[in-house]
Structures are given as structure tokens and as C-alpha cells.
């Protein structure tokens, strides 16, 4: 299983960097590849490149804002999801997106 | 980045408002913030928006404003819990204010943020914080951040 996703909230401050620490300490427990974008204050890192998409089984965009280059994910299972729930219902959220890709 | 003089340990206040004062009251009085009642009210105005409590008892107040001079990040932890926002049920004691000016330049303080926001997502960390007996041991604690950004950012 490989999952990538991106993190992003409305300040950039916190809750983006919060989020992706939490989707990244949850994905590994699951031994699944993963690799989470930021998108915050400090701009966009992490990055996920074409190699990193073509392989996701599926997609999470724990966003709370308007991203960059979501068409990157066109054609993947997509689950969108607030922000603050990547860090509150880490586990809920990432049995959702394993659903998706079935 | 983090100042001694922000790290407070074991207080008791009863309400956000009154932790957002207390702190308030700090910030002006060393020179980080220069309009205690506008500050305030930005704070809150995030606050509104959506509440900063983030689970496992903590809360990030936050906010980019006029008021603040320069950028700084207080650490309080509570002797009570307290309820942090009348819309969830969360209780609070560990919290952390930040203040960004307007125009904030510097990339090195967003990095401490990001990298206390990653660091705070792990148990052991706020297992340390809760646990430090007094607020030297704390700020070392919260200091050793500052460090190892130091290292890595030239």
C-alpha cells in the first residue's frame, strides 16, 4: 500500500506541519510506503513528483485551504478531509482511505 | 527563538481569555508586542474561526498581526485543566502562543514553529513537558528545538 496526501491549513503555521507528523507516525506503524506534502508558511515541501503519484494507491488531502497542483491527483481515489481531523482521527481517517482503494 | 522569560510553569488560570491576558501582559511589558488589546483581539479573531485546540490537552493560540514586533512563542503549562472552547468539549493544559508580525521576514522562526508542531504530535515529547519539574528543565527542553534548527539552516 502507498499513500501520499498533503497538509495544509489557513495560517500555515501549525496545524499543516502537525497533520503531516501525524499522517507520517500513522502510516508507518501500518508499514505502508507514504510520502506527505506541506503546504504552509514556508511554502511547499516535500513535494510530491509524478514518480511519488504514479504509485499512490490513494490520495489524502487533509486541506483546509485552496492547494497547489491538485490535478497532479487526477484519475487517483482522492479522500479530502479538514485538517484538524489528520491530527485528531489520524486512524479513522487513514482506514478510510485504504476503503477507497478497494 | 523560545525566551526564558515565556516559559511558565504550573499557573492556574481559569479561562482562555485570562491566559491570553496573562501572556499579553508579558509579551508588552519585554518589548514583543506593542498593542496589548489588539493583539488580543486577533488571537481571538483565529480563535472564532476555528479554536486552536488540537488534542492531547493542547492549544496553539495564534496569530500574524500589527501588534506584534517581533516574532516569539510563550509556553504555559496549567496546574488546572481548562475547558478551551465552548463549541468542543476538549480540556487544556499545555499552550503554546505564538506571535508572527505582519511582515515576518524570517524564515527561521516559521521553522521552529513548524518543527515544535511535528514534535508536539509525539507522546514521549509531551510526556517531558508535563513532567519537568520546574521552567529551566522545560525551556531546555523546547531550547534543544532552537538547537538542532541552528544546525541544519545556514
Known amino acids: ?25 500513522e502510516l508507518k506503524k501500518r508499514g505502508f510506503e507514504y510520502k506527505i506534502e506541506t503546504q504552509g508558511s514556508l511554502g511547499a515541501e516535500n513535494e510530491l513528483d509524478d514518480d511519488d503519484v504514479k504509485d499512490a494507491d490513494v490520495v489524502i488531502l487533509a486541506v483546509s485551504i485552496v492547494i497547489e497542483g491538485e490535478d497532479r491527483f487526477d484519475g487517483k481515489p ?16 487513514v482506514d478510510e482511505a485504504v476503503l477507497l482503494t478497494k | 527563538m523560545i525566551d526564558k522569560q515565556l516559559v511558565f510553569i504550573d499557573l492556574e488560570l481559569n479561562s482562555r481569555e485570562m491566559v491570553l491576558d496573562y501572556i499579553a501582559e508579558k509579551t508588552m511589558n ?7 488589546t489588539l493583539f488580543i483581539s486577533e488571537t481571538m479573531k483565529r480563535e472564532e474561526m476555528l479554536p486552536t485546540s488540537i488534542g492531547y490537552g ?17 509556553f504555559l503549562r496549567l496546574k488546572n485543566d481548562l475547558h478551551w472552547d465552548e463549541k468542543n468539549d476538549e480540556r487544556v493544559n499545555l ?8 511582515e515576518s521576514g524570517s524564515n527561521l522562526h516559521l521553522k521552529y514553529l513548524s518543527n515544535i508542531s ?31 534548527i541552528g544546525k541544519t539552516e545556514i
Not at chain 1, 498533503?6 to 497533520?19: E, L, S, V, W
Not at chain 2, 492549544?59 to 510563550?74: D, G, N, Q, Y
Not at chain 2, 499552550?95 to 505582519?102: D, K, M, S, Y
Not at chain 2, 514534535?119 to 525551556?139: G, I, N, P, Y
Open chain 1, 1 to 25: 500500500m502507498k499513500i501520499v496526501g498533503i497538509t495544509a491549513c489557513p495560517t500555515g503555521i501549525a496545524h499543516t506541519y502537525m497533520a503531516q507528523e501525524c499522517l507520517e507516525q
Open chain 1, 78 to 93: 482522492i479522500l479530502r478531509v479538514p485538517v484538524d481531523r489528520a491530527i485528531k482521527d489520524t486512524a479513522n481517517l
Open chain 2, 95 to 102: 499552550i503554546f502562543l505564538i506571535g508572527t508580525p505582519e
Open chain 2, 30 to 36: 519585554l518589548g514583543y508586542v506593542d498593542n496589548k
Open chain 2, 58 to 74: 493542547i492549544a496553539i493560540p495564534h496569530c500574524r498581526s500589527l501588534a506584534v514586533i517581533k516574532p516569539f512563542i510563550a
Open chain 2, 118 to 148: 511535528r514534535k508536539l504530535m509525539h507522546e514521549e515529547f509531551r510526556e517531558k513537558l508535563r513532567l519537568s519539574k520546574d521552567s529551566e528543565v522545560a525551556f531546555n527542553l523546547l531550547n534543544q528545538i532552537n538547537e538542532s
